[in-house]
């Protein structure tokens, strides 16, 4: 009997001195966590679900970031407005091509639903669902662009591009995306300069979508959905959609609470597996070789003080920590 406890005690030590003897990382994988469940659960709807007085409110909000203190330290960002797209810029070779691009993105949406909220904004936050848009194969006349009560229309081509009607017509923008990720004060009207082209936008229809949720593994999964409906949509919008200033672009909030709708649907085909399924690979290696070497316990990339920093796996569920949503 003694030999035996002996023995049972030898391999508990041994046991938690390898564990001590582990990267940080490694040590929480012994010990998984999970975020706690939510006690009530917001609702993320359709933006043309929305109510003429929910729009006018939310783009008031909007606005109102212009007029709010900046809060990430980058030099070229003058407001919290500036905030949005500065930090995407500085963080773009860390948020972008890697595993974290649909963690950090979920995470970034929260952040700029707080600080609507901040500004006196008190409705839902909604998506685009962009499908039905490429679905007629002419986006532009999708209900988000109404000039009445939507985002405004395409940019004026013999104007630079410029927006001229709807509620950011003529609305001043700051951010640029410069050499090496740097965020360039650049003050100019914000621009957008749709491209029709029929292929690019099938590559974000129905059918793309389909495909995307038709993937099996995270890694399969982030990659199309990155590089093919996610991609189009930029280039179709153009102008300030373009480049990683694309925050510039209110627009840019709403297409992206649909890439996580869409993450997030795709989660729950089977949240079993999916809600921890994370892969990938990280900044410096390549999003189709890897090493795929993200782990779910890796601390996502700086918001520049817009939000906290927590691990992957604290926003790997919609109804769990402090997300609390779900898509309708």
């Not at 359709?46 to 007085?53: D, I, V």
């Not at 316990?297 to 691990?311: K, S």
Request: aromatic content about 12%; charged content about 20%; proline content about 7%.
């Amino acid at each position: 009997m003694f030999a035996k406890t002996w023995l049972l005690l030898f391999f508990a030590v041994a046991v938690a001195l390898h564990a001590a003897a582990l990267p940080l990382a490694a040590q929480q994988d012994l010990v998984a966590r999970a975020p706690t469940p939510c006690s009530s659960l917001k609702q993320r709807p359709n933006w043309n679900t929305l109510s003429q007085a929910q729009k006018s409110s939310y783009f008031d909000a909007v606005k109102c970031l212009k007029t709010k203190p900046a809060v990430t330290g980058i030099e070229s960002s003058k407001n919290l407005y500036d905030d949005f797209p500065a930090i995407h810029v500085e963080q773009n070779h860390h948020i972008h091509s890697v595993a974290a691009f649909l963690p950090w993105h979920r995470r970034f949406v929260q952040a700029r639903e707080r600080a609507l909220a901040a500004c006196g904004y008190d409705g839902p936050t909604p998506y685009w669902d962009w499908t039905e848009a490429a679905d007629t194969g002419n986006p532009d006349v999708d209900p988000i662009f109404s000039v009445t009560d939507g985002f405004g229309g395409n940019g004026n081509p013999n104007n630079n591009d410029v927006v001229e009607e709807g509620p950011f017509a003529n609305f001043p923008v700051d951010i640029l995306q410069g050499d090496k990720d740097v965020a360039l004060f650049s003050p100019h009207l914000l621009r957008r300069a749709f491209n029709p082209d029929p292929q690019l936008v099938n590559a974000f229809n129905s059918s793309s979508v389909a495909k995307a949720q038709a993937f099996e593994t995270f890694n399969k999964y982030r990659y199309y959905l990155e590089g093919t409906p996610h991609g189009a949509v930029h280039q179709y919008i153009a102008g300030d959609m373009g480049p990683a200033h694309s925050p510039n672009e209110a627009v840019f909030f709403l297409h992206h609470a649909q890439i996580d709708r869409l993450w997030s649907l795709w989660q729950e085909m089977d949240p079993e597996q999916r809600k921890s399924d994370y892969a990938g690979n990280l900044p410096d290696g390549n999003t189709l070789t890897g090493p795929f070497d993200a782990s779910i316990n890796d601390t996502l990339p700086t918001f520049g003080n817009l939000i906290d920093q927590v691990q992957v796996r604290d926003v790997m569920d919609t109804k769990s920590g402090d997300l609390c949503y779900v898509y309708v």
